[in-house]
């Protein structure tokens, strides 16, 4: 061979040095090689209707709204036609905030999947008191992983949550939303629950993992899912089974061992399936896209809230409600809170600009906005009120 110039040796080095920032760049999101057997059995991606944000339509003018009630007014439905009676002008302040609004933001929780058979976790017959917690630190932290005699206790939760979501079908307000998805007015849905239920409806879908550039999914998991498990090493997911055990070995680590083991190389360890969900004291794998998203929904101009069958005891969901509902509030908009509880003293000084309180199920407002159309915007029509706008008769079919 020849011998390396001078000028060779100095474009050797500079190219050396390129290769070795960009492996020090891909180093923080290195993953071993998934055997593609297994990618083609465990797809990443969750079941969902499709896997791109659905074109929204064009905008038209909005309706304007014509009452507004005083700050935090609270509106009790305990028989749908009695409240429609007694309480048109807040029943319809409701409907003009979810039929007319066009970039609206739904923050739920477990409230709203009552309804399709799944308890909440904070009440009386709640999923805490089940299982003895008295808090979701004591069934939902990652410390679990280190007492024996607990971990017995989270397999059996979660496998029983497992098998009653699977069960389960969307609610009348899974449906309801779906179709604020579908009329393309719902600009994104933060969900706290695990059970994927809105995925069952059409137009409603998410990504795991979250995308970090947009388009992004309609549906935003806070808290994970109870659909699949991933590898505490190597990340790796894979379908949440009836046979779930919190002490299984990542078989994706397994067969890595055994490949290092097969040409003399030292094995590297595996680490165990925990349920996809977000447990207190553990790093968030979403947590910067979540932040993304929220940030560019901010600056999207938002003109409704709607914080569903939640007690907002998580406080980065509360700061993330605070922050939606300003975003709300600066462009006119309408901050709804709907639960069959009211929202605590501290929860209303905290988020400041709530509208409209609804002490309800969740599962009787599609009802009551139905019943409103047919009671009053629809006999207007017919009545011949030409300042209607034809917008406002868009509504959900249950």
């Keep these: 061979m020849g011998k390396t110039t001078e000028h060779e040796s100095i474009a050797v080095g500079k190219k050396r040095e390129r290769q070795d920032s960009v492996l020090i760049s891909d180093a923080e999101t290195y993953l071993p090689p998934t055997p593609q057997s297994i990618r083609k059995k465990f797809p990443e991606t969750l079941p969902a209707s499709t896997e791109s944000t659905p074109t929204r339509k064009k905008r038209v003018k909005r309706v304007p709204l014509k009452y507004r009630p005083e700050k935090n007014t609270i509106l009790e439905v305990h028989d749908v036609t009695q409240t429609l009676s007694d309480e048109p002008e807040k029943v319809g302040f409701l409907y003009h905030a979810l039929i007319n609004s066009q970039r609206i933001i739904v923050v739920n929780g477990a409230g709203v999947s009552v309804a399709s058979g799944i308890p909440d976790f904070r009440s009386s017959k709640g999923i805490f008191s089940k299982y003895g917690g008295s808090s979701g630190k004591d069934l939902f932290d990652i410390n679990l992983f280190r007492s024996s005699d607990k971990i017995q206790q989270f397999t059996s939760m979660i496998r029983d949550l497992s098998s009653l979501v699977e069960r389960s079908k969307p609610s009348k307000f899974h449906h309801f939303i779906n179709e604020l998805a579908k009329t393309s007015n ?18 409603l879908e998410t990504k795991s993992p979250l995308p970090s550039k947009a388009p992004f999914p309609n549906v935003i998991q806070l808290h994970g899912n109870i659909k699949q498990v991933s590898c505490t090493k190597c990340h790796i997911n894979y379908p949440l089974g009836p046979n779930f055990s919190a002490k299984m070995s990542c078989p994706e680590c397994i067969e890595l061992d055994n490949v290092r083991e097969l040409v003399g190389k030292r094995t590297l360890g595996h680490g165990i399936l925990k349920p996809k969900i977000i447990l207190y004291n553990e790093h968030h794998p979403d947590g910067e896209a979540i932040g993304a998203i929220s940030e560019m929904d901010l600056k999207s101009r938002p003109d409704c809230l709607i914080v569903a069958g939640t007690s907002l005891k998580i406080p980065g969901v509360k700061r993330m409600v605070k922050e939606f509902a300003k975003a709300v509030k600066s462009c006119k908009g309408c901050v709804i809170w709907l639960n069959k509880e009211p929202p605590s003293t501290s929860i209303i000084n905290y988020i400041e600009n709530m509208d ?20 009053y915007i629809n006999k207007s029509v017919k009545t011949s009120t030409p300042q209607i706008k034809i917008d406002m008769l868009n509504t959900c079919k249950i």
């Design 356 to 375: 409209l309180i609804v002490v309800a199920d969740c599962d009787s407002i599609p009802d009551l906005v139905s019943s409103y159309k047919d009671k």
């Design 186 to 203: 719902l600009l994104r849905v933060y969900t706290q629950n695990i059970d994927c239920l809105e995925l069952q409806c059409p137009d």
